[in-house]
């Protein structure tokens, strides 16, 4: 409108001029209008509706119905979702690929969002609401409902939706895009589909499929040597496909790495998993858990060549070449554990090296002193392979596997961690495993929730969202479970203080500590009051009683203690359906139940 244009030009050289031009005035009262508040519902009603590209995806027609459920939580009415291109005389939230906002990303000039990274744009009156892929599309949806709105999307069967008479947005032009494309928790609870794709999590133990955008499908998960090449098909027939040890062919060993009919093998395996199954997005190329690798002299000159990881990464470039041929999209993973680098030898360019978070667990691996046995081992191997390719995936661990149940007073460390990890050039992404048989593990929701948040943005105040999550899933007990966080905190603040993978349950509650944290739990339970807040602050005291029952001379409980225990815990841990207390072997609760009622005299019905 180059009419406008002149003419406001023409009036800029005076304010006083400014003020008695009636076209500005217009102008700049329409602009003063733009900052105001967007009223998109008042009194269960409103003027918006949704609109979404004519072609609409599966994923946007899910974000639409998505945004028009949250819209009507908040504010009582539902806005109707229509197709672009049908004449609109009201204001809209553009959701996808709409014309709308192809055209303001084409004049816009945007650096491109990746990562499934989104876009939240005010025009005029109108929302554009977009994204990387599918996921970013649904994405914006989600941040648009947080960051605006108060929603928070806390667990599986917590969201909090703060109602409002009347529904506003600010003047907005927000876009971000997450340093991980990858973002895996294996939490129990995070696996259903709605939850993951609320929490914007996207990896393998995610249920999500096409209609929340997919995700990162990996097949198989890990330790694959033998799904690759089966010992059980070719053992016999070709023994110089496993691994030398000791002057023999091994049949439950590592592979001859070195082997080309064995590569050749490996090969037409993965092409034709690749075939039969095109939602898989990264094949796993990764040693057995134990077995001795090759002793033949073309594997050992390998190694005494370019180092001990050689042989491996010298075979997984040999099948990752052969892929990228024929699937350029698709990606290979193996395990880089904490191996450093081979000297000269690179892995290929569609490798994913999985890194494991190893050695003390607590307060996050740069802060922690010791050496060696601490997170050096793992801090040299992940600084090594930061040179020599950005395609680093962490594996984090965060539990306790022997005891899921019992308390784990590590939640500074993961913050730290995944922050450490975005800023030191993990650019494929990481995956935080916690308890994945069983929902409760010792404070499963709040971990989640945490590292859900973390790994879409690790610059994200910690503290912030844990208060967050207390105040929205603890209700009136949220004081008094903050302050169970913070003698967690308190606890293991000292970077002198180091806890490991599987410590047993004594090692981190000490009798004086488990009378403070029982008094605290305490005054939350008379907080709560009510369901579900009761049960949620009673799933609080199931990490203290578990360790009381497993150690019961160590907390001084006598018999009649014990019982009345027991009782306690069998109900909290049949009414959240909490079925597992260790990894391996599997650990069913109801047995060790069973076995303790048995032992301490209470009558099992
Ligand atoms: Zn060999
Ligand atoms: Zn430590």
Not at 65 to 74: D, N, P
Request: hydrophobic share 35%; proline share 6%.
């Amino acid at each position: 409108m180059p009419g406008i244009l002149s003419t406001s030009v023409a009036y800029a050289g005076s304010c006083w001029q400014i003020f008695f031009c009636p076209l500005l005035f217009f102008l700049l009262s329409g602009a003063v209008n733009a900052r105001q508040p967007l009223e998109i519902a008042k009194d269960c009603k409103s003027e918006y509706v949704i609109v979404i590209p004519r072609k609409a995806t599966p994923v946007v027609q899910y974000a639409a119905q998505e945004l028009q459920h949250f819209v009507a939580e908040i504010s009582g009415v539902r806005l109707a979702i229509t197709p672009e291109g049908e004449l609109l005389k009201r204001p809209a939230f553009f959701l996808g690929s709409t014309e709308k906002s192809i055209r303001y990303l084409e004049t816009a000039k945007l650096k491109r969002l990746t990562n499934d990274g989104l876009l939240i744009k005010t025009i005029g009156n109108d929302v554009v609401l977009t994204g990387d892929g599918g996921r970013g599309q649904l994405y914006s949806v989600y941040e648009l409902l947080e960051r605006y709105w108060g929603v928070r999307f806390l667990t599986r069967d917590c969201t909090v939706v703060p109602k409002q008479q009347r529904l506003t947005l600010p003047e907005i032009d927000y876009h971000y895009s997450p340093p991980f494309p990858y973002r895996e928790t294996s939490y129990f609870d995070s696996h259903p589909q709605q939850i993951a794709a609320r929490q914007r999590l996207n990896g393998n133990a995610q249920q999500c499929d096409h209609t929340v955008g997919g995700k990162f499908q990996f097949y198989p998960w890990v330790h694959s040597f033998y799904a690759v090449v089966s010992n059980e098909k070719y053992f016999d027939e070709h023994p110089e496909f496993f691994s030398l040890v000791d002057g023999k062919r091994n049949r439950y060993s590592q592979l001859c790495l070195t082997n080309r009919d064995m590569h050749r093998v490996a090969i037409a395996r993965v092409l034709g998993w690749l075939k039969e199954k095109p939602q898989v997005a990264v094949v796993d190329v990764s040693q057995r858990e134990g077995g001795r690798f090759c002793e033949c002299a073309p594997c050992q000159e390998l190694v005494d060549q370019e180092g001990e990881y050689a042989p491996i990464l010298h075979f997984v470039n040999k099948v990752a070449d052969a892929v990228a041929e024929k699937h350029p999209d698709k990606w290979i993973s193996t395990l880089g554990y904490n191996y450093m680098p081979p000297k000269t030898l690179r892995p290929r360019s569609n490798v994913i090296i999985r890194l494991t978070h190893a050695g003390c667990y607590i307060h996050g691996a740069t802060s922690c002193s010791l050496h060696g046995g601490g997170a050096q081992l793992f801090l040299d191997s992940f600084a090594a392979w930061q040179k020599i390719t950005r395609n680093l995936y962490i594996w984090h661990y965060t539990t306790n596997f022997a005891h899921y149940l019992a308390p784990r007073r590590n939640l500074n460390g993961l913050p730290h961690d995944l922050r450490y990890y975005a800023q030191h050039g993990v650019d494929f992404g990481v995956f935080v495993q916690g308890n994945s048989q069983s929902r409760g593990g010792e404070l499963a929701e709040l971990r989640q929730y945490l590292a859900a948040k973390l790994l879409w943005d690790p610059t994200l105040d910690a503290n912030k969202i844990r208060e967050d999550f207390c105040r929205g899933y603890y209700g009136p007990a949220a004081e008094s479970v903050m302050e169970v966080l913070r003698l967690m905190d308190r606890a293991t603040g000292n970077k002198d203080t180091h806890l490991w993978a599987s410590p047993a349950p004594r090692e981190t509650v000490s009798p004086s500590y488990l009378e403070e944290m029982l008094k605290v739990l305490g005054r939350a339970q008379d907080e709560a009051k009510e369901q579900p807040y009761l049960n949620r602050v009673e799933k609080l005291l199931i990490p203290y009683w578990y360790v009381q029952l497993f150690d019961p001379d160590y907390y001084h409980l006598g018999v009649t203690d014990i019982r009345k225990i027991v009782t306690q815990f069998e109900r909290v841990v049949a009414a959240n359906g909490i079925t597992h207390r260790r990894e391996q072997p599997i650990g069913h609760l109801s047995q060790w139940i069973s076995e303790l009622k048995q032992k301490y005299g209470i009558p099992v019905e």
